[in-house]
């Protein structure tokens, strides 16, 4: 099973920006659909983007045009792009084949702060 490490939280000001990089120890060619998430302990996981192989992408009211999801299958890397961040971005974020649920292996995830 190919498994994530999640890089790139940190502490960020209202309205800034920050980007995640999950790089992956397998060939993530044969993944068709990927997916950034946050989670808040003791709550699910919540998808944030998604993107197909071919590089459709897809987010909820909440992130869209503001979060832009990329993958980049040669270099076995997911990326995720967030401006205009806010507090309630405040969350730990992971990422994995869209597939995934709670019994598949999850990352330690990256955590993202929000705060002035």
């Known amino acids: 099973q190919v498994q994530f490490v999640e890089s790139g939280g940190g502490l960020v000001q209202p309205g800034g920006s920050l980007r995640l990089s999950c790089v992956a120890s397998?060939?993530?060619?044969?993944?068709?659909?990927m997916g950034w998430y946050r989670q808040a302990p003791g709550k699910p996981r919540e998808l944030d983007a998604a993107?197909?192989?071919?590089?459709?992408?897809n987010y909820p009211t909440a992130t869209k045009g503001r979060f832009t999801i990329s993958r980049d299958n040669e270099k076995n890397t997911l990326s995720l792009q967030m401006d205009n961040l806010k507090p309630e971005d405040t969350e730990v974020y992971y990422c994995?084949?869209?597939?995934?649920?709670?019994?598949?292996?999850w990352g330690q995830g990256t955590q993202v702060t929000v705060s002035s």
């Open positions: 994995n084949d869209l597939r995934a649920d709670s019994d598949d292996t």
């Open positions: 397998g060939n993530i060619s044969s993944i068709f659909a």
């Open positions: 993107i197909r192989l071919g590089g459709v992408a």
